[in-house]
């Protein structure tokens, strides 16, 4: 039957409806269990993508053939751990973290989980070593920005120069937690990174809780 409201942004999901697909499709093995429950064993804040959210970043990258990917907001390793699902043996993530306590915790949980080889854990704030990154390990297959809003823009424009043509670029909290059009500098960088990423990439925004832009590129 026509349902003109979910075009319009309607949303039937429930807290109990999430918890229900997300346990049918995109379970937890002991190491995603063990690194998406650390933020709250750790004290850190518990903002990683959903189960959800993660498994379509594995299906997505599995899709492109990603075998080299830069994540910029490692938390506890949970969206990395979701990502390296996806890469062949040979593949490798770079995931940069600023925070030492977040960097250290998911250090562990990555190597935990079996993954040290292929995640590259980099501490440090992500534009003081996205340059190096690049010139070193580029181009790469997939780009997945979930940290600092304020510079979503900038890092939008690393993945356009730094991915090869047909990579993915990903933008979580693309949404901006429901701000994305209030007069705000950190706003207005994610509207510029939206707006960027419709030239440089064949782009949409996914309209998951929070957003999640996904750009092919060029
Ligand atoms: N991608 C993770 C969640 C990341 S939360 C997951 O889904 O599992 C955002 C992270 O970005 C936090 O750990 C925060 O410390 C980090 N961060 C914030 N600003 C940063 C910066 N400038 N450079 C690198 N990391 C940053
Ligand atoms: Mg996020």
């Given at each position: 039957m026509?349902d ?7 949303r039937?999901a429930?807290p ?6 997300g346990r049918?499709?995109?379970a937890h093995d ?11 064993v750790?004290d850190?804040p ?15 990258l ?5 075998k080299?990917?830069v994540?910029v907001?490692?938390?506890?390793g ?9 890469l062949?043996k ?5 995931t940069l973290?600023s925070?030492?306590k977040h960097?250290q ?6 190597a ?20 190096e990154?690049?010139a070193?390990h580029?181009?790469f297959d ?6 600092d809003k304020g510079?979503?823009d900038?890092?939008?424009?690393f ?7 047909g ?5 979580d ?24 990423a419709a ?8 309209p998951?809780p929070?957003?999640?832009l ?5």
């Amino acid at each position: 039957m026509a349902d003109p409201n979910s075009r319009t942004g309607t949303r039937y999901a429930t807290p109990e409806l999430f918890d229900y697909v997300g346990r049918v499709h995109a379970a937890h093995d002991v190491g995603l269990a063990a690194a998406f429950d650390a933020p709250g064993v750790h004290d850190m804040p518990a903002i990683q993508v959903g189960p959800s959210e993660g498994k379509l970043l594995t299906l997505l990258l599995r899709l492109a053939g990603a075998k080299k990917v830069v994540e910029v907001g490692t938390l506890a390793g949970y969206s990395a751990l979701c990502m390296v699902r996806a890469l062949p043996k040979d593949g490798e993530i770079w995931t940069l973290e600023s925070d030492p306590k977040h960097h250290q915790v998911a250090s562990e949980r990555i190597a935990a989980a079996g993954f040290a080889s292929q995640v590259h854990c980099i501490l440090g704030k992500a534009l003081d070593h996205l340059d190096e990154l690049g010139a070193k390990h580029g181009p790469f297959d997939a780009v997945f920005i979930d940290a600092d809003k304020g510079n979503y823009d900038k890092y939008g424009r690393f993945a356009a120069a730094h991915l090869r043509p047909g990579g993915l670029l990903l933008g979580d909290n693309a949404f901006y937690f429901g701000k994305l059009l209030d007069e705000h500098p950190d706003a207005a960088a994610m509207r510029r990174f939206h707006e960027e990423a419709a030239l440089a990439f064949e782009s949409v925004c996914i309209p998951t809780p929070d957003g999640l832009l996904l750009g092919v590129k060029r």
